[in-house]
């Protein structure tokens, strides 16, 4: 038996800490003995049943996790390795990793790199990993420090504030876009050049407006990624990859067709196992894990359902890790 968070809808909605009982392993899959996870804005929204990301009930909460192998049936992994786990439908369509114990698919873990302990890694989590994937987008479309600033919105959020600590340690100069004037601050310590307000770029604007950013990273979508292209230099790069202002894209094809801008989504759910490896070595080689370190807290099982509330609400910043195995 082993403990989880526990999501239920019927005959309404609860969420708490259940014992369950262990699975057998089919082939190919692994059991972790999870030691963290760590609180996205997905889990926020799973937690407090504000959005249908759960698609499959009873559910266990946390699309991210790390531990040990406890039991392997997938010849890549051997007991006693320690693993990192993220997306993949956990959390949504199967169970997630917010539990002392969780049963996933080999394919889909990456090794935790030796240079990040486990809690590093999920102070990171998938926010973090997002960012990177976002970085890697910028610089293979050619986006490199000296191409001129680098937009980041919705910087106070998880992917945000990631992705400018990433941004800074690489040498970019980064334009964090926020909603929040008392975070301000908090955004320059984590290496943001500039702090702007956000809605400056929430509101619509013209198709084509003055050149100034080589890059964006986007999590905020509707109008606010529509402005943010429109705000791109000639040949420039956005790298979208949230929609907390709407799905919406209300802009038109004049950037592209103009000014040879690029956009390019960024998935992390099902992105493939290469391209996880290469943003998690890439994470442990080039994130200041002295800024990691000032941003993250930790958080018990029990207390991530009001955490989840607090960060649904915007009430919260940096990176929250759950201790799972407490």
Known sequence: MFKALVLKKEPE??????????????????????KY??????????????????????MVAGIDGVGVVMESKDPGWAVGEWAIHNGWGMGETSFGLMAQQAVVPGRG?????????????????TAGYTAMLCVMAL??????????????TGASGGVGS??????????????????????????????????????????????????????????????TLANALAQTKYAGVVAACGLAQGA????????????????????????????????????????????????TQVVSLQGAVQK????RQGLLKGRWVVEVSE
């Open 13 to 34: 909605f609860w969420v708490g800490l259940e014992s369950l009982q262990s699975v057998e392993l089919q082939v190919g899959q692994v059991r972790l003995g999870v």
């Open 37 to 58: 996870s760590s609180l996205n804005y997905k889990d926020a929204l799973a937690i407090t049943n504000t959005a249908p990301v759960v698609r499959s009930w009873p």
């Open 109 to 125: 873990l990456v090794r935790l790199p030796q240079s990040l302990t486990a809690l590093e890694s999920m102070a990171i989590g």
């Open 139 to 152: 610089e293979r479309h050619g986006v490199v420090p000296s191409s001129g600033e680098v937009l980041v």
């Open 162 to 223: 990631m992705s400018v600590a990433l941004l800074s340690s690489l040498g970019y100069s980064v334009v964090a876009s926020s909603g929040k004037s008392e975070e301000h601050g908090f955004l320059r310590d984590l290496g943001a050049k500039e702090v702007i307000d956000r809605a400056l770029l929430s509101e619509a604007g013209k198709p084509l407006q003055k050149e100034r950013f080589a890059g964006v990273i986007d999590s905020v979508g509707s109008n």
């Open 248 to 295: 919406d894209l209300p802009s038109t094809v004049m950037p592209f067709i103009l000014r040879s801008v690029s956009l390019v989504g960024i998935d992390s759910v099902m992105a493939p196992i290469a391209l996880r490896q290469e943003a998690w070595t890439r994470l442990a080689k080039d994130l200041d894990l002295a800024k990691l370190k000032r941003i």
């Open 308 to 311: 989840a509330q607090a960060l």
